[in-house]
């Protein structure tokens, strides 16, 4: 046995890419297994070996040597596939360091785990073998794509024509029935609520809740066995992950990629105090961000935040990117609270981050979508617009000022008969956010979206003033309080037929500004049929029928549906609307898009209306300047004051006539399409968009 040495120095740390961190995990050759587990601070490492039936029962215990960067090492006959395995470490006392040499531990790199009880987990050595069947991954474009933000659970859990034994599985998202759903809608992109293997917080269970979304990561390389269906749970873990990449192949055969939002910058350890499962007890004190006496520094809100300023910390989140994009062919990744990531040893936030740089710069995930969640809690963690090259980012920017456009100018309008503010903030967010984006990154820097998984749904943004968020069991006080919603004069359900109406046009003027923009446009799951979570705007802790999707529909939903299948078709046609690049002032720039602004007289846009709130109605024209797709040139009107108004078309060189596509005044979007010439005018009823070809 070692003895604990508190003057032993640590090894000095090994670089992110260094050949010394290569190899982690347990990997297989020749029926022999080799297990390579990083612990700087350890003084000794030990791997367990359990009953396949017994997890609590130790067959086998085999020491591990230490080989150099941190790195212990073992190779034992014993490691085979579906065999259960822990390992356990000691090391010197001191601020930061919790070593306990009883305590069973996860090993990081596990791909597969069973739960041996509350808190309590085993590593399952996986083989992983599949049969792609030659199917490869769909490689949409960045300027085609249109993201379908879901939960595996969610979308499936009450959906009819899916068989009940396959529920809110990985299975049912891929089963026909929601193939066709998507592809139906249009969109290119699923992205996926956290997959990894997680664990509800002890708070949540007291109160009889639970974890519903995810973010609290367990393990970085394992599917959640939750989601999976019965019968692979029952076979175990190797047929769990083997689910999982089935569904991954029938979304690919449908053309359909497969995104992971992934939780990197913390863990389900919490703070000191919290579950010692896997990080915390292998080497707490270089894992996690901490004050020098051993204080977390929480820069997630979570309770702990992962030091990535550690080269293996950092390299144990690019060797998951690295498992996930190719043995299980993920197409892209989006990082919650990406900010946490590219923090420096000082904490500080910088796009230079060698992790940052890593996950753009490896060969292992070229053609890899990277979108980051530009934010976290700490100091200077607001970083929108900041991450490099290569990176798509959340634009909360975006969110807020199309909320505000459509929702709370029109409910300042109403109490002070005139809006706060001018449309040229939402003329910049149509355009692509060029204040916020440098010309070098483009439009397609910019993630739109009005909604996501967190915050009200669509239709409780134009439901509600105030969010309803009592049964979370925090009294109301979780959940953001600044929501930019308006509820059109009912406070939740209403009869009021005027009420409904105008709820229902600002639905579709909120995502016909979310698929008209340039950018990249996120869709959130049920939003296309405005599903209700009844104003709870932090729906995190209910796995229920609040957040469970409901496929049966009125008119009305099916109506805008509709809306919503027509404006990604429109988008997809018309290249005008989805830039690659910048346009620059004087200057031909291939793959952007022209743009000229009139106001609704026809003219040109003067100064002083771009800020002026009594003229919030724009003409936006955008003419494409093709490299690989013929020319084309579209028209929107967009009117954002609660009063009609006549609108006159310009008069541009070169157009004859402008061809109705869309508009959102129509409750059904089948109108009969008609023909405009310029200088004609056209009525707009309030608070209406409308779209139009120019030919």
Wanted: aromatic content about 8%; charged content about 20%; hydrophobic content about 35%.
């Amino acid at each position: 046995m070692a003895i604990s040495d508190p003057a032993r120095p640590a090894p000095p740390p090994a670089p992110l890419l260094s050949p010394d961190l290569d190899r982690l995990g347990v990997t297989l050759q020749d029926g022999v297994g080799t297990i390579r587990v990083w612990s700087a601070h350890a003084d000794w490492l030990e791997l367990v070996i359990f009953d396949p039936t017994d997890l609590d029962w130790i067959t086998d215990k085999v020491p591990m040597r230490l080989v150099g960067g941190g790195v212990w090492e073992a190779t034992t006959p014993l490691l085979r596939p579906g065999v259960r395995y822990a390992v356990r470490t000691s090391g010197p006392p001191g601020p930061g360091n919790v070593f306990n040499r009883r305590t069973l531990l996860l090993e990081p790199y596990s791909r597969g785990l069973q739960s041996a009880g509350f808190e309590d987990w085993r590593s399952v050595v996986i083989d992983g073998s599949f049969d792609w069947g030659g199917v490869a991954k769909p490689s949409v474009p960045l300027d085609r794509t249109v993201i379908y933000e879901g939960h595996v659970k969610g979308l499936t859990k009450r959906h009819p024509d899916i068989p009940p034994a396959l529920h809110g599985t990985y299975a049912g998202l891929a089963h026909p029935a929601m193939i066709e759903h998507f592809q139906t809608l249009g969109v290119t992109s699923v992205e996926l609520l956290p997959v990894h293997a997680f664990a509800s917080e002890p708070r949540l269970l007291q109160l009889g809740l639970t974890n519903y979304w995810g973010y609290n990561t367990l393990n970085f390389f394992t599917p959640h066995a939750a989601y999976a269906t019965e019968a692979a749970r029952r076979d175990g873990p190797e047929a769990v992950l083997r689910e999982f990449k089935g569904m991954v192949r029938l979304l690919h055969e449908a053309g359909l990629e497969v995104i992971l939002d992934v939780v990197y910058n913390h863990t389900s350890e919490e703070g000191l105090g919290g579950p010692r499962s896997s990080l915390r007890g292998l080497d707490n004190r270089a894992y996690y961000r901490q004050q020098d006496d051993g204080t977390y520094i929480d820069l997630t809100g979570c309770g702990n935040a992962v030091d990535t300023a550690t080269d293996a910390a950092a390299r144990l989140v690019l060797d998951s990117l690295r498992y996930w994009a190719n043995d299980v062919q993920i197409d892209g990744f989006r990082f919650d609270l990406a900010a946490t990531l590219g923090r420096d040893a000082n904490h500080v936030f910088t796009p230079e981050h060698p992790l940052l740089r890593a996950i753009l710069d490896d060969p292992a995930l070229q053609g890899v979508k990277t979108i980051a969640e530009p934010w976290d809690v700490g100091m200077g963690g607001w970083q929108t617009g900041n991450f490099g090259r290569g990176w798509s980012e959340w634009n909360d920017r975006y969110r807020d000022r199309v909320r505000n456009f459509w929702l709370s100018d029109i409910d300042y309008g109403r109490r002070a008969s005139v809006p706060p503010v001018g449309i040229g903030g939402l003329a910049n967010r149509l355009a692509g956010s060029a204040n916020t984006f440098s010309e070098e990154r483009g439009p397609l820097a910019s993630v739109n979206f009005v909604t996501a998984h967190d915050g009200f749904t669509l239709n409780d943004l134009v439901s509600y003033d105030v969010k309803h968020n009592l049964s979370n069991g925090e009294q109301n006080r979780d959940g953001a309080d600044t929501n930019r919603s308006f509820n059109h004069g009912a406070e939740g359900p209403t009869d009021d037929p005027t009420v409904l109406a105008t709820r229902r046009k600002a639905m579709r003027n909120l995502l016909g500004t979310l698929l008209l923009s340039a950018g990249i446009p996120m869709l959130t799951a049920g939003d296309e049929f405005a599903r209700t979570q009844r104003g709870n705007n932090n729906a995190y802790c209910h796995d229920s029928p609040l957040t469970w999707l409901k496929w049966e529909h009125e008119p009305w939903q099916r109506d805008l549906f509709a809306h919503v299948q027509r404006l990604i078709r429109l988008r997809q046609e018309n290249p005008a609307l989805r830039p690659i690049r910048f346009e620059r002032l004087n200057r031909r720039t291939p793959s952007a898009s022209d743009m000229d602004w009139y106001d609704e007289h026809g003219e040109t846009m003067s100064a002083d209306r771009w800020g002026n709130p009594s003229h919030r109605t724009l003409q936006y024209v955008a003419a494409s300047t093709p490299e690989r797709e013929a020319f084309n040139r579209i028209l929107l009107i967009v009117h954002g004051i609660e009063r009609p108004v006549d609108v006159t078309l310009p008069e541009i060189a070169g157009v004859s006539r402008y061809v109705s596509l869309w508009c959102s005044a129509d409750e059904t979007p089948d109108r009969a399409p008609e023909t405009h010439a310029p200088g004609a005018t056209v009525p707009m009823i309030a608070t209406s968009m409308h779209l139009f070809r120019a030919e």
